[in-house]
């Protein structure tokens, strides 16, 4: 196909996807705020008042009808803690792969000897963060390490060659090549080791990371891709230790159940991820070109290699044992912006996995993709039904609600509180972010078709009539939702 008329039919389907996905959005937006279409919502609500009135007269005392609240309560917490404990349990499954474990087999060690290409995208780096990851990579001794620098980056370029000198396993690529993907497309046509090692340039390594980290590759030649476990560098402010709890919730329930249920996982994290040379070469004019929702992808490169890898039948492994630090970010609006970009990444990647098919080989992990969905909108019925509550004066169920939150948020947390036990502390704060994540969720599922680019190129600014937009559209949802709430009543 002529490449300019690829760019034209491509340009063409974005602008007729966007005007159709929209079109979409205040069809369901609207359809919330009076009758839905896709069912008669005067049945539903007879059906649930129906059950109301049986639950009262049979098993709950009489006194308490006006507390009509804990039936839709009850049916979400059950659910969800329902979710957990499935999590839970499938996370008890799981262990890393370490010497002498039953699942190590020393000869397999021995036979196949990996070599491992570090690539590493680099823009804008801090320098002394930039130099202590250097130094992390170089001590684990891969067998090469290749640094992308934007050819504006002049400061990354210096301490770059400083550090090279008298090494010859290090090579610099000068771009000016704009988007990340297209950085990492480069450094995987430079390299040659068998495994390849993609790291962020503020992640730094534990001295013994890549000794773990390589592990499951030698004992299972089904591997295709290994992530390991992370923490943030610093955890000063209190968006850098919300997000130290959210990244062990990652750490000791999401990628150890999905490894255990299936060793096949969400996402190889960007921060750093191993993969066999052999999956991605071959693949590298896909992931140049990748499109979702007539859009060319920028941003999501971790999310498309994991299911390239995973789509023709390799599997992935969580190697707890591996260890990186990355910077987390420090300020509420970094924070906000971060968590919108990687929501709105899992949402077009999931759908994207969901629709073409190759998860439902992994049933663990689709369901997860499903409970992941469900949930955005599942967490935002709690402070619905706790502002209904205290507008009825229901001051003593809208108490009880706040006081379950608590425990049940101390319980799921517990592993990060054997790290960090000061941080009970703010556990109110972690209770109302982890709503706040709700929103953005919402968000990034409006605005799922909107691009990042992270590197090299002038950010595009949303016109102000797309933002207000978005944020009506979103706005409306959840009104949409809180009236469906009320009509339970």
């Not at 639950?55 to 009509?68: G, M």
């Not at 309560?73 to 010497?99: D, E, F, H, M």
């Not at 992370?230 to 062990?248: A, G, N, S």
């Not at 039948?313 to 420090?330: D, E, L, M, N, R």
Request: proline letters at 4%.
């Amino acid at each position: 196909m002529n490449p300019y008329r690829h760019q034209s039919l491509q340009k063409r389907g974005g602008i007729f996807g966007n005007i159709i996905f929209d079109l979409l959005l205040v069809a369901f937006a609207v359809s919330l705020l009076i009758s839905p279409f896709w069912f008669d919502i005067n049945d539903i609500i007879y059906q649930y008042n129906g059950l109301k009135d049986y639950i009262f007269r049979n098993l709950i005392p009489t006194s308490l009808y006006n507390y009509w609240l804990i039936i839709p309560l009850g049916i979400i917490g059950t659910w969800r803690w329902t979710i957990w404990l499935i999590k839970k349990i499938v996370a008890t499954l799981y262990s890393p792969i370490t010497p002498g474990s039953p699942k190590d087999v020393s000869t397999d060690l021995e036979k196949e000897q990996l070599s491992v290409s570090v690539i590493i995208p680099v823009y804008k780096e801090d320098k002394k963060i930039f130099r202590r990851s250097l130094e992390s990579w170089w001590k684990n001794k891969p067998a090469e390490i290749i640094a992308i620098i934007d050819k504006s980056d002049s400061d990354s370029i210096a301490e770059f060659k400083e550090f090279q000198q008298g090494k010859s396993n290090l090579k610099l690529i000068v771009t000016s090549k704009p988007g990340k993907r297209a950085a990492l497309a480069d450094g995987i046509a430079e390299s040659k080791g068998r495994i390849l090692a993609l790291t962020d340039s503020d992640t730094m390594w534990d001295s013994n990371f890549l000794e773990n980290a390589l592990r499951p590759f030698k004992v299972d030649a089904k591997i295709g891709g290994v992530t390991p476990r992370y923490h943030p560098i610093e955890t000063r402010t209190i968006w850098q230790k919300m997000t130290d709890i959210f990244w062990d919730m990652r750490n000791y329930y999401d990628m150890p159940a999905q490894t255990a249920g299936g060793k096949a996982l969400s996402c190889l994290s960007g921060k750093t991820a191993l993969y066999r040379r052999e999956i991605l070469l071959p693949k590298m004019n896909f992931f140049l070109n990748e499109v979702i929702l007539g859009r060319k992808k920028e941003s999501g490169e971790d999310k498309c290699f994991t299911r390239l890898v995973q789509q023709e039948g390799w599997k992935t492994y969580y190697q707890s044992s591996a260890v990186i630090y990355s910077s987390a970010a420090p300020g509420f609006d970094q924070f906000i912006r971060q968590r919108i970009r990687w929501a709105r990444n899992s949402h077009n990647s999931d759908f994207q996995s969901l629709w073409n098919g190759w998860v439902w080989k992994c049933p663990y992990l689709a369901f997860s993709m499903i409970d992941r969905f469900i949930s955005v909108f599942t967490l935002l019925l709690g402070p619905i039904f706790l502002t209904i509550a205290l507008i009825e004066n229901q001051w003593g169920l809208a108490i009880s609600i706040v006081i379950l939150w608590l425990v049940g948020r101390t319980i799921k947390i517990i592993p990060h509180l054997r790290r960090n036990p000061k941080d009970f502390l703010i556990l109110p704060v972690y209770l109302g972010i982890n709503f706040l994540m709700a929103l953005t969720r919402l968000y990034a599922l409006v605005t799922i078709r909107d691009q990042h680019i992270i590197r090299g190129i002038m950010k595009v600014n949303a016109s102000r009539i797309k933002k207000i937009k978005d944020y009506l559209l979103t706005v409306e949802m959840i009104a949409g939702i809180f009236i469906f709430a009320l009509t339970l009543r």
